[in-house]
């Protein structure tokens, strides 16, 4: 078992560990009485933690291979949902990874098939291994590899199915092929936006590092293995941080751990930056922040939580460096010249011991990576005039030495100095505003994630809703001097609200947010289209479609006339406006023309397979199905259908929407037993990949509860009702009461007492269910 240590106990024990690692045994044995005499707490630390020192090295803990899983033999050949196994291609203490084969013939593809280890089926492993499944349900990024499917064995195995990547480590990938230094900073701002993304859905990947990013034989940067992921929006049962875990080091990788990690502190975004800080530190210079991992793991930890690492340049000289640049297609010497400054002052901020002091979010780490690309002023370095010289000399080379040549000629050097000095303020102005931005966006992501009083935390997690109230308090007074940045922030303050479903505080911020944005940059200003879309997505989901469409109809005729008639966002907002007119439900005949118009100009200009060119068929062909074209819906419903399992896999969200929406056609039309077939397929997948109590999941029960009815299977029917009432949401719970379907059970007493309780669960009651 690993000692648990707060942050306090481990500064307070860390130097008489210091003083005892440096002991011989027999030194150490009666130094440990000495000090039990004066301090016996301070005593046993100690002592817990030199005994599992000593015990991780005879195990050679850091050292160690994969742990043996249990029936790896047997799984060979065997066939798991639609893919058959092929080969191991992974093995470690969590469990193992194989390669897979699509085998029922709809078409050809490789997967990935992860198998937790049964030995810990029954323990926290197996918690972990739901939450990394439920994590990459909710993930979409073209830099993480896609959950295709989750499930059980007949014997009880939990099983994902992940997209199969083939390719190398970063560092080795980029060591391979002799990348610079440049090079390699663009195939690390792919993992950023990776990382940035996961950040922006309030999941924290936790254990970044060479093995889990992948890069492909084309360069396609993919990032893998949320197994000790963790979602900042349910900290409801937070897992107890230890030394090195509890599974003694098989979740947690110690060298690419951050301090918090180690000593028990909060886990929150500043810990994935600290892990990106480390894998970039070892991407330029081929060396680990740390130092040589050669040692004792008391070593390896007393340097990542108190040790300050070497700066990158000064590490070129401390490792075996002709080898380490001739990599990077550079010399020592122009390798320790490059990393010198900018680069230095970056990985620099990223490592900081406490969490507070590295950069706000992962953005704002990409944002200084590309500032140094384009030799601009990066915001963690100050601003002196000897800095931006010769930032500005670099940039601007050419014009340098052409200004320099006009100063020679005499006659216009004087005019060619002034234009340059004129250039000069200009750039240095708008460097200025730009840092002071990401400053200013920087100290309000590290506020928001700041508690007044830890102590009213302690025992529990930080809520999601908890950090949302507390930033969107301060966004009226602490940005009100940047209109433009505070109305971004009540924006994404207010999506958030509306995706949480607490829609009276999302309108007050979203409307704040327009009336800022109209006042600061006008109506054609993008944040201000922006938040009137959003606000009228809100509007919508209020049941207010009059408003929503009128707000609708105003942002398209300003994006038409600014952007053009086939922009992206003017396509958005024209499929928007159609559905807010179906739902309307009293002109059809126009939602189902400006839909076909959507559909028409995004396939053209968007292509057949695109993300919003299938969301427009999705959505012509449920407008079809609420006008009576039954027919042409469910054909168009069906090859939607296809092409999104094509594209995104069997088991995305589009495609668990798309069915439910044909499910609906097959039931206007009559066709109970395939309505049923469908949803019972839908629920099946919403079971393992979103769980029994989401509100689709529970959508999809009360909707096979709809075709029960209409089948006149009563008993089926309450025990359906049952399951889905206490969890569907309350934007979508339905009025049982006066739903169609269920007419012929009015009287009973059984599903009385089910109105009753769905009335008491929901006192606000949403839009009936379509089915």
């Known amino acids: 078992m ?102 029922d013939g709809r078409f050809e593809r490789h997967a990935a098939v992860k198998f937790l280890n049964t030995a810990l089926a029954a323990g926290s492993g197996a918690e972990r291994f739901k939450r990394e499944g439920s994590i990459l349900g909710r993930l979409c990024h073209p830099n993480i590899a896609d959950l295709l499917d989750a499930g059980v064995t007949a014997d009880g195995q939990p099983y994902l199915v992940l997209e199969y990547i083939e390719g190398l480590p970063l560092s080795e990938y980029c060591d391979q092929h002799q990348l610079d230094i440049d090079s390699r900073i663009r195939l690390f701002l792919d993992v950023l936006k990776a990382v940035a993304h996961a950040h922006a859905n309030l999941v924290v990947h936790r254990d970044i590092k060479p093995s889990n990013v992948l890069v492909t034989i084309d360069g396609h940067v993919k990032l893998l293995d949320f197994g000790i992921a963790k979602m900042l929006a349910d900290e409801s049962h937070p897992g107890e941080p230890t030394l090195l875990t509890a599974e003694g080091g098989g979740a947690l990788t110690p060298q690419f751990a951050a301090p918090e990690q180690i000593t028990g502190g909060s886990i929150t975004t500043a810990t994935d930056v600290y892990g990106l800080g480390v894998l970039l530190y070892l991407l330029l210079t081929g060396r680990h922040p740390a130092g040589p991992l050669s040692r004792s793991t008391a070593e390896l930890v007393r340097s990542i ?85 010769g930032k500005f000399v670099r940039r601007n080379r050419t014009a340098v030495s052409l200004t320099a040549l006009a100063v020679l000629a005499i006659l216009f050097g004087t005019a060619a100095t002034l234009l340059q000095a004129r250039s000069a303020r200009r750039q240095r102005d708008a460097a200025l505003r730009e840092r002071d931005h990401a400053n200013r966006i920087a100290d309000f992501m590290t506020n928001m994630f700041k508690i007044s009083d830890p102590s009213e935390t302690v025992g529990r997690g930080v809520t999601a809703r908890e950090i949302l109230d507390k930033a969107s308090t301060e966004i009226e007074q602490g940005l009100a001097d ?240 049952d399951r889905s009432i206490d969890h569907l949401s309350p934007r979508t719970v339905p009025k049982i009461e006066g739903d169609p379907a269920f007419k012929p059970l009015e009287g009973f007493p059984r599903f009385s007492a089910l109105v009753e309780r769905a009335k008491r669960r929901h006192p606000v009651q949403g839009a009936m269910c379509p089915l």
Not at 341 to 351: E, F, H, S
Not at 360 to 373: G, K, P
Not at 580 to 603: M, N, P
Request: aromatic share 4%; proline share 4%; glycine share 8%.
């Open 482 to 721: 940047d209109p433009m940045l505070q109305a971004q922030m009540m924006q994404t303050m207010g999506t958030a609200y509306l995706n949480l479903g607490f829609y009276e505080r999302s309108h007050f911020l979203l409307e704040r947010a327009i009336s800022i944005s109209k006042s600061a940059g006008g109506p054609e200003n993008q944040v201000t289209l922006s938040c009137m879309n959003d606000f009228a997505g809100l509007l919508t989901q209020e049941g207010k479609y009059a408003d929503a469409e009128k707000l609708q109809r105003e942002t398209l005729e300003v994006q038409r006339r600014v952007l053009g008639p086939e922009h992206l966002d003017t396509l958005i907002t024209m499929g928007d406006l159609s559905g807010t007119i179906a739902l309307r439900g009293d002109r059809l005949h126009e939602a189902e023309k400006l839909g076909r118009e959507v559909l028409e100009k995004e396939r053209r200009v968007l292509g057949p397979e695109n993300r919003h060119t299938l969301i427009a068929m999705d959505s012509l062909a449920a407008i079809l199905g609420t006008e009576g074209k039954l027919s042409e819906s469910e054909q168009l419903g069906a090859e939607t259908i296809e092409l999104e399992r094509r594209v995104f896999g069997p088991d995305h969200l589009l495609v668990l929407n798309t069915m439910g929406n044909q499910a609906d056609t097959l039931y206007l039309m009559g066709k109970y037993p395939e309505a049923q077939r469908i949803l019972q397929q839908t629920l099946d997948i919403q079971l393992r990949v979103l769980g029994p109590d989401h509100p689709e999941t529970a959508r999809s029960i009360y909707n096979l509860a709809c075709v029960a009815a209409r089948q006149g299977k009563r008993d089926e029917v309450f025990s359906l009702l």
């Open 2 to 103: 690993s000692t648990i240590l707060t942050p306090e106990q481990w500064r307070l024990v860390s130097p008489y560990l210091d003083q005892a690692l440096d002991m011989s045994e027999r030194e150490r044995d009666a130094w440990l009485e000495s000090l039990r005499a004066t301090d016996a707490t301070i005593a046993d630390l100690v002592q817990n933690l030199l005994d599992e020192q000593r015990a991780l090295n005879g195990e050679r803990f850091l050292e160690q291979g994969p742990v043996p899983v249990a029936g790896l033999n047997t799984l060979s050949n065997r066939s798991i949902g639609a893919y058959q196994l092929i080969k191991v291609i992974g093995q470690g203490g969590m469990g193992s990874v194989w390669l897979a084969q699509r085998s």
């Open 305 to 389: 939580v108190e040790t300050e690492p070497s700066r990158p340049s000064s590490a070129i000289a401390l490792s075996a460096a002709d080898s380490n640049a001739e990599n990077r297609s550079s010399t020592a010497d122009k390798l320790r010249r490059k990393l010198r400054g900018d680069l230095d002052t970056i990985i620099g901020k990223a490592l900081k011991k406490e969490p507070g002091e590295r950069y706000a979010s992962v953005q704002a780490l990409a944002d200084d990576l590309q500032r140094y690309l384009s030799s601009e002023p990066i915001s963690a370095r100050p601003d002196t005039f000897h800095y931006r010289a």
